[in-house]
T-cell receptor
């Protein structure tokens, strides 16, 4: 899985392109996954989630794909807009006794040029 | 939707002082609240999990005596950074879930702490 590092991967795209952001997770027992968007100086904002019994889920302009075999998650953003520029994090949910905790990936910065 | 607030949004303090950050769930009751720390260009790292009325569970490497967490009600959790030092400067973010065992966490806007 991804470890927290000092370098933030960056994806630069043109407005209107489709964007694909990838994430590897570490725990095969994780049963729920979430993608978050974080703008500078703000808290994470929920985008879309998927459970481990699914391999694809679609939202408005976003699609999440889950490949449990290789423990890989991706977020696809269609017709990317400048307002989509932010850091995107995947998070895996792990059940503890009575509550769940989230482990975040290291994040990808998406830069959308007009 | 569920709204979580944090106060203050920014704080600057001198080294050696203590700083308290509040996290509130505004329109729902939160059984569990979480505190994260985020350094520049890095991911969110879970510091501790707190349940209303019980002691917080700290992640490995997080000093419980330095980061005091109080979860006195179903809508309020506080994080106190005691004897803050410049290396404690960071972005502190809280989140809350709505029901026991719920998977969805609602995040606050974060608190920027700068220790001089």
């Amino acid at each position: 899985g991804e470890s927290v590092g000092l370098h933030l991967p960056t994806l630069s795209v043109q407005e209107g392109d489709n964007s694909i952001i990838n994430c590897a997770y570490s725990n095969s027992a994780s049963d729920y996954f979430i993608w978050y968007k974080q703008e500078s100086g703000k808290g994470p904002q929920f985008i879309i989630d998927i459970r481990s019994n699914m391999d694809k889920r679609q939202g408005q302009r976003v699609t999440v794909l889950l490949n449990k075999t290789v423990k890989h998650l991706s977020l696809q953003i269609a017709a990317t807009q400048p307002g989509d520029s932010a850091v995107y994090f995947c998070a895996e949910n792990i059940q503890n006794s009575g509550y769940s905790t989230l482990t975040f990936g290291k994040g990808t910065m998406l830069l959308v040029s007009p | 939707g569920a709204v979580v607030s944090q106060h203050p949004s920014r704080v600057i303090c001198k080294s050696g002082t203590s700083v308290k950050i509040e996290c509130r769930s505004l329109d729902f009751q939160a059984t569990t609240m979480f505190w994260y720390r985020q350094f520049p260009k890095q991911s969110l790292m879970l510091m501790a999990t707190s349940n209303e009325g019980s002691k917080a569970t700290y992640e490995q490497g997080v000093e419980k005596d330095k980061f005091l967490i109080n979860h006195a009600s179903l809508t309020l959790s506080t994080l106190t950074v005691t004897s803050a030092h410049p290396e404690d400067s960071s972005f502190y973010i809280c989140s809350a879930d709505g029901l026991a065992g719920a998977e969805t966490q609602y995040f606050g806007p974060g608190t920027r702490l700068l220790v001089l």
